[in-house]
């Protein structure tokens, strides 16, 4: 049991849906809440498929289905993270909504690359190795459903916040998303260097 929790906490952890509401302040300016809580669900429907398929499948997809090592995956998505955390710093919260791509794509877009990412998957695959197949899916449900029900309670929060003091709240989340690249930014270098301790053995460098 405490297994299940601690990893339970901590894909809640790095779903992290204070971090996700930031990215999506357009996107809650932009849609009416019953619209938003149904593109969090499904977003969310899909993020828990995939994580689902990593927890139960683990390295074999990576190893026999991609036929590649899962430290290319880290370096890679690494990478992916930085060059978005740097477009934070210099673009702000804008950044990802360039990413996003189409509002009729958008829970899609949420799914990836805000929910689906290199750590989210990397967890999903240590609940796996951690936990029985039907435990380690339980826990990403339980995760995803209290993530979107934080992501629906700040929701509410800031429609009751906004009209009073909407400077305040465009202002604050601009500094939230830019303070925000900094973690994505060094959580980014954490799995190029997660993935490089895994390759560079193998190439007889360590």
């Not at 405490?2 to 906490?9: A, D, E, P, V």
């Not at 435990?135 to 700040?154: K, Q, R, T, Y």
């Amino acid at each position: 049991m405490h297994t299940f929790i601690q990893t339970t906490l901590l894909i809640l952890i790095l779903l992290n849906p204070f971090l996700v509401i930031v990215y999506l302040v357009d996107v809650i300016n932009k849609l009416s809440r019953p619209r938003f809580l149904s593109v969090l669900v499904r977003a969310g429907l899909i993020s828990t498929v995939v994580f689902s398929i990593f927890a139960v499948l683990g390295d074999a997809i990576f190893a026999r289905f991609l036929q590649a090592d899962f430290a290319s995956f880290q370096i890679f998505g690494g990478v992916i993270f930085l060059l978005i955390g740097i477009q934070f710093v210099f673009h702000g919260n804008s950044a990802i909504e360039g990413l996003r791509g189409e509002s009729e794509y958008i829970a899609g877009a949420i799914a990836m690359p805000i929910m689906i990412g290199p750590g989210t998957i990397s967890i999903s695959v240590l609940a796996g190795q951690r936990l029985q197949s039907v435990l380690a899916v339980l826990a990403i449900i339980v995760a995803m459903v209290i993530c979107i029900g934080v992501m629906m309670l700040l929701r509410i929060v800031h429609d009751y916040v906004r009209p009073k003091n909407e400077k305040l709240i465009e202002r604050y989340m601009e500094i939230a998303g830019r303070i925000t690249s900094i973690v994505i930014g060094t959580f980014a270098v954490e799995m190029i260097m997660q993935g490089l301790k895994e390759w560079l053995p193998k190439l007889g460098v360590l």
